[in-house]
């Protein structure tokens, strides 16, 4: 009965309308995927900055209805948008790069688990800090436990290196992207 | 606040729809302008919507009221179908062109009718929604259209 009109949208159409709501500044979180040797990655921004990275077990539909109503419901692809992220990662995935330059927009974290994913941010490429270490830095040496949540709810995983963190006993304590992952990624930075 | 999901979504599921309602509503040519216009209207007041249950209806909304100033700006009377017939037809498509050529010369209230009711599969309250009219009103409109059309067509 109903005509089958739904063709797919022209290129040059959407590529219109991307270009169109960047030139009006209404593009409040811009989002791609990106490949990775461990699976596909999803990046998002604002104006400011990364925001948002998902890991390959994240659920990447959850992830963007979640910024819809933390950040704000103009939630975009936009993959142009997103080069300088995508060409930084690339390189650190290929050995290339020790330290991101990318701009982070740090909206998602506050008070203590801002300072305390700050401490992470500075963690040196190769380099891994414990816990403790990390509720020290953050301003108070109890909150062992916060530290670990700063982590493993941590909004920008790799670029903010949470994998850098570990137990005081050495053990590798745990990684929103699995244990696997965080081996790994410990292991390219050590042996460059 | 009503629970917005990512706008990516709108786009992603009714795009299409969108574009082949203003396909019929505003010619080829046009469609391309009153889509984009559409989506920036949309986005524009996105973040204020009250209510998510109908994002569809919404979109078919927007695209109307831009079909209406597309042909505002051509200076564009609402003409019979006699006048439309002696207008150069649109590039010739393949698939559906002659019906939706057809749909683009229908009077203005029975072309918006037809192209909701069967581009976008609305029923009837929302095209009465979308043209602001009575549901009965709305089904006269389809009706007359869908009359004409197949006699043009026959």
Redesign the interface.
């Known amino acids: ?10 290129k ?3 590529e ?2 991307r270009e ?2 960047a030139a ?1 500044g ?1 593009l409040d ?1 811009a ?1 791609t995927s990106v490949d990775s040797p461990f699976g596909t990655l999803l990046l998002a921004k604002t104006p400011r900055g990364l925001v948002r990275l998902g890991l390959p077990e994240e659920d990447a539909d959850a992830l ?2 979640d ?3 933390r950040i ?6 936009a993959p142009a948008g997103l080069d300088e992220e995508r060409r930084e990662l690339d390189d650190y995935f290929a050995g290339r790069r020790r330290d991101f330059e990318l701009p982070i927009d740090w909206q998602l974290s506050h008070g203590f688990l801002l300072r305390a994913r700050q401490e992470i941010a500075a963690i040196p490429y190769g380099e891994t800090r414990t816990y403790t270490d990390l509720a020290r830095g953050a301003g108070n040496e109890r909150a062992v436990r916060a530290a670990g949540s700063a982590c493993s709810r941590n909004p920008i995983p790799l670029v903010v290196p949470c994998h850098r963190v570990l137990r005081s006993d050495g053990s590798l304590g745990g990684y929103a992207g699995g244990l696997e992952m965080k081996e790994k990624l410990l292991d390219m930075e050590r042996n460059p | 606040m009503a629970e917005l999901p990512p706008f990516q979504t709108l786009i992603d599921e009714h795009a299409a729809a969108v574009l082949a309602i203003l396909g019929a509503a505003v010619g080829r040519e046009g469609a391309e302008d009153a889509f984009q216009e559409t989506f920036l209207a949309a986005l524009r007041a996105y973040p204020e919507l009250r209510d998510a249950r109908n994002l569809r209806g919404w979109l078919v909304t927007i695209a109307h009221r831009k079909a209406i100033d597309h042909h505002r700006a051509k200076g564009r009377a609402p003409v019979p179908v006699a006048a439309v017939r002696e207008e150069p037809v649109f590039d010739p498509d393949p698939a559906d062109g002659e019906v939706w050529d057809a749909v683009a010369a229908l009077p203005p209230k029975q072309r918006a009718a037809v192209t909701l009711r069967f581009a976008s599969d609305l029923p009837h309250e929302e095209i009465a929604a979308a043209l602001g009219c009575s549901p009965e009103a709305a089904r006269r409109s389809l009706h007359e259209g869908l009359k004409r059309l197949r006699k043009e067509l026959a």
């Open positions: 009965m109903t005509p089958t009109l739904d063709k797919p949208i022209p040059k159409t959407l219109g309308l169109r709501v009006e209404l979180v989002y963007l209805a910024l819809a109503g704000s419901p103009r939630v975009l692809e």
